[in-house]
């Protein structure tokens, strides 16, 4: 082979730059939807895990005639495996309690999460 005969293998400047071109266009029109789905997997999440830890209450009021006094209750007496972790806040220590309105009926009366966050509907999560 000669040199005169030899080609050139490889890509041009203008093929590369059209391929990334193409590529980030492909992630600016995923990146958003990748992000929303994230939020409303975490929405979901934490009604999950209110209507779980809520339902646990109603069962252990039903059984003591009382809501307890701590979260950490609910686990002791096995109305709950362990406390759920707030999707938010990626804390087990962060939920609200609401007290009972007749303090002598337990401590715990509902559940929160405290998050400072809104949904994506407009309403703030520490609400729901």
């Avoid at 093929?15 to 409303?40: M, S």
């Avoid at 701590?70 to 962060?94: C, F, G, I, W």
């Amino acid at each position: 082979m000669r040199n005169g005969n030899l080609r050139q293998c490889g890509f041009t400047m203008i093929e590369l730059l059209v391929t990334l071109a193409i590529l980030g266009l492909l992630v600016a029109i995923a990146a958003p939807r990748y992000f929303a789905n994230i939020d409303r997997a975490k929405e979901g999440a934490l009604r999950e895990d209110l209507f779980i830890m809520r339902d646990a209450l109603d069962k252990f009021y039903s059984d003591r005639n009382r809501y307890p006094e701590t979260l950490d209750e609910l686990v002791t007496q096995h109305y709950l495996r362990k406390l759920p972790v707030d999707p938010y806040t990626r804390s087990a220590k962060s939920w609200v309690a609401i007290p009972a309105p007749d303090p002598a009926m337990g401590m715990v009366w509902d559940v929160r999460s405290g998050a400072p966050d809104t949904a994506s509907d407009g309403t703030w999560l520490k609400d729901w």
